[in-house]
């Protein structure tokens, strides 16, 4: 069964580091582009990073130096470290599988989405 599950979210301080992990399962990771994006009630969703076949990297300019995605192949997951984390950062994280090779923040490019896992950043 195609699946993406994201885990790890969780309430943390300012400045605080988390751990944000994209199960996925029922098709070949290496073989698709997977991206994180993040919505706060009330805006668009935004695109925070992807990574591309060939494990070519994004980021959105406003995480870009605190923020790393990787690809676990072997766990079949992608997951997102977030570090210097500013309330700004607060929001609902979601993974998805995008139809393209290529990175894109586009969310028309993406088939299938996890469930969402809430990111909130409080003192």
């Not at 994201?6 to 098709?27: I, K, M, N, W």
């Not at 935004?46 to 790393?68: H, P, W």
């Not at 998805?96 to 996890?114: I, M, Q, T």
Request: hydrophobic content about 30%; aromatic content about 8%.
């Amino acid at each position: 069964q195609l699946q993406l599950m994201e885990s790890g979210g969780d309430l943390v301080q300012p400045g605080g580091s988390l751990r944000l992990s994209c199960a996925t399962s029922g098709f070949i990771l290496e073989d698709h582009t997977i991206a994180w994006f993040r919505q706060v009630p009330g805006k668009e969703r935004e695109g925070v990073s992807c990574i591309g076949v060939g494990n070519i990297v994004k980021y959105a300019d406003s995480v870009k130096g605190r923020f790393t995605i990787s690809r676990d192949s072997a766990e079949s997951t992608v997951n997102l470290q977030m570090g210097s984390l500013t309330p700004e950062d607060t929001a609902v994280y979601y993974c998805a599988r995008s139809l393209f090779r290529r990175c894109s923040f586009s969310e028309h490019d993406y088939d299938r989405w996890g469930q969402g896992t809430q990111v909130t950043v409080s003192p």
